[in-house]
């Protein structure tokens, strides 16, 4: 009996190293950069050797650029610069309007069918802008990764030809999840109404994602279009022989098929405000 306890014991000094050295491997490798990936999942890098890099930004106050006509003439230029982080949209330009919408961009959020735009300049926006980080979003049909994502394959050539820009795409998991805050929000299931959330929806979401509080410049609210002293503005800012920013809204709102949202959206966006830091100004909302 004796004999056989002392087996045990000597088996035991062989195997507990071991055993522990084992432990020490395991724990290793479960906390190795490549495997675990700090950040927000919903917004994926495109990088050469970084494909699984989440978007890992934290600001205490940001300021939402809108691409309105609001922004004509409100000289809040120097006022953004002076937020910590600056969110815009899709391809509205700085140069030439910096009086009124500031100059700095630490933020832009992109979408699918904006990407062309900034293709046509993208030295400007992939190289020069080294301090921005751009998101994009965009149906599954553009940015699937299987080499039929026509977009997402742009994406992935820029990145490889900018290696310093930092590209990011919104997963298919976080557009359903845009899509399911839509639907709780006003009780419609999006794709059966046939509407497209807009690029402001998207940004919206990321803003409140990354920041403490928000300071949103040049959003009129739902019901600005319907007062008849509301100012005629252009849709956007940078295109001033486009059609206007209320015709255009209302034109979506009731599009049967393809349609952004618009005045619906700023609605959801008044309920956000009264559960999140948000401040909207020039106009600004009374909430």
Known sequence: MKS??????????????LFFWFGHVITRFSLSPAVQSTGLRGYMRISPGMMDQFLDMHCKQCALVSSSGQMLGASVGKEIDKIGCIIRMNNAPTQG????????????????????LLV???????????????VFWGPDRNMRQDGK??????LQKLAKKYPSARIYVVTRERIQYCD????????KNRMKTGAFLS??????????????????????????????NHTVV???????????????????????RGGHRFITEKAIYAK????????FKHPTWSL
Request: hydrophobic letters at 35%; charged letters at 20%; a neutral charge.
């Open 97 to 116: 309007y910096e009086k009124d919408v500031g100059s700095r961009t630490s933020v832009r959020v992109v979408s699918h069918t904006s990407v062309p």
């Open 272 to 279: 956000w405000a009264t559960r999140h830091k948000m401040e």
């Open 234 to 256: 252009p849709y956007h800012y940078y295109e001033r022989n486009r059609i206007d920013e209320c015709r255009m809204y209302k034109v979506h709102e009731h599009t049967r």
């Open 149 to 154: 994502g026509h977009i997402y394959n742009t």
């Open 199 to 228: 690029t402001g929806f998207f940004t919206m979401i990321l803003a409140i994602d990354v920041c403490d509080s928000i300071r949103i410049y040049g959003m009129i609210d739902d019901n600005y279009c319907s007062r008849a």
């Open 120 to 134: 046509k300049n993208e030295q400007y926006f992939f190289q020069q802008s080294v301090n921005t980080t751009y």
């Open 180 to 187: 399911s805050v839509f639907q709780n929000e006003t009780g």
């Open 4 to 17: 056989l306890v002392l087996r045990w014991m000597c088996l035991l000094v062989l195997i507990l190293p």
